[in-house]
């Protein structure tokens, strides 16, 4: 594959003609490309110019992360949690350096669920706490929720009204954003 033609599927990528992106996307894979493998990940993931096929796009982001794209840990993890696969998803969460604050939330989301995982018995509350005071914003709103269940350690019933109320404004900001996207602090 030629250096153009992979900055001709950066090109039809980044606007969105992705059939006819893919075939040049496949090639740029095919030559040992980590970033072709990522965008061919999230097109499985997603459907897009493709049928959605999640065992591809683990594949594929398979092949990104082990050809250096380390951004890649995130979707994986995902990918992971989404298969019920607990123990690998909180692997690849926690090798996630790319989107620090959502894998802390992830962390949290997939400890949990499957509490045997921890490594110490209020990891997962340290762990909502710390993605929380990143300003993840569902870590926000669990621990909004902590506080107005009444549990102590979050904070009192009161502040956890007032987390609650003071989180409209970045709601508004999240439905014209990603709700990954690590600025919404």
């Not at 298969?83 to 939330?105: T, V």
């Not at 019933?157 to 003071?166: H, M, S």
Request: hydrophobic residues 40%; proline residues 3%.
């Amino acid at each position: 594959m030629t250096a153009s033609n992979e900055e001709l599927a950066q090109q039809l990528y980044k606007q969105k003609r992705y059939k006819e992106a893919l075939p040049l996307l496949e090639e740029a894979a095919n030559a040992g490309s980590a970033w072709a493998h990522g965008v061919l990940g999230w097109m499985y993931w997603y459907g897009h110019a493709v049928r959605k096929d999640k065992d591809q796009s683990l594949h594929h982001y398979q092949l990104a992360y082990d050809g250096g794209n380390e951004s890649a840990a995130h979707p994986l993890g995902l990918n992971h949690f989404d298969a019920g696969r607990a123990e690998l998803a909180l692997e690849w969460f926690r090798r996630d350096r790319h989107h620090p604050i959502s894998s802390l939330y992830w962390q949290y989301r997939t400890i949990e669920a499957h509490p045997h995982l921890a490594r110490h018995a209020d990891e997962a509350d340290d762990i909502l706490l710390a993605a929380a005071n990143s300003g993840h914003l569902f870590a926000k709103r669990d621990v909004a929720f902590r506080m107005m269940k009444g549990h102590k350690r979050f904070g009192t019933r009161r502040q956890g009204v007032f987390l609650w109320l003071g989180l409209y404004p970045d709601l508004f900001r999240l439905a014209r954003a990603d709700s990954y996207d690590e600025r919404l602090r």
